[in-house]
């Protein structure tokens, strides 16, 4: 059974209203950023309540372990703990900010960061964040840009997946495996 012309037609200017829609104005862009900046400048001052500030007050953030935090308040207590130790030395470095508009009051941040100065969690000398990408979500709230949510991932140089599943295979990429990469993704350190 075809479609009634005046289904194509609304469904054709719901489209083109969302497409519409998520042009960003050049002040957004720019708003966006900044939220960045004042993230790399609240976590340099190991300031939890100012990087808090940052979310919205029913946030959702994800960290570079896979722990889960859910609110404002508690994104800020369980920071002021990892800057009480962990990352007491931190420094976080923003270099990189990617800004895609989904409405004028909804966007998604692809942020690259590195940091220097952390300790492990768990006291080891494995798990120490020094390169990553954050994905946000973020909300026009009250005329000001706030994280939604926040989804941080450790990052590696990108290799080619194995093709043949070869025991040889694999033990050729395990000792291409980069321990410590610069800011640019070269591989300082190999194991």
Partial sequence: MPTPPNRILAFGGLVL???????????????????????????????????????????????????????RAEIERKLSQGFAYVFAASRLH??????????PDLAIASVGWSMTGARSPDGSANNIPQKGIQMQVLARVSDRW????????????????????????????????CLLADRRGSCLIQH
């Fill in 94 to 103: 923003i270099d990189d900010v990617r800004v895609r508009p989904l409405s």
């Fill in 146 to 177: 706030r994280i939604v949510s926040f989804q941080n991932t450790s990052q590696v140089p990108e290799r080619p997946f194995p093709t043949d599943g070869s025991v040889e295979q694999a033990k050729r990429a395990r000792q291409q495996r």
């Fill in 17 to 71: 209203g969302l497409a519409g829609s998520a042009i960003a104005a050049p002040s957004d862009q720019v708003a966006i950023r900044q939220v960045e900046t004042a993230q790399e400048v609240a976590w340099n001052a190991h300031d939890a309540h100012a990087y808090a500030q940052l979310f919205t007050e029913d946030a959702d953030c994800v960290n570079i372990l896979g722990w889960h935090w859910q609110g």
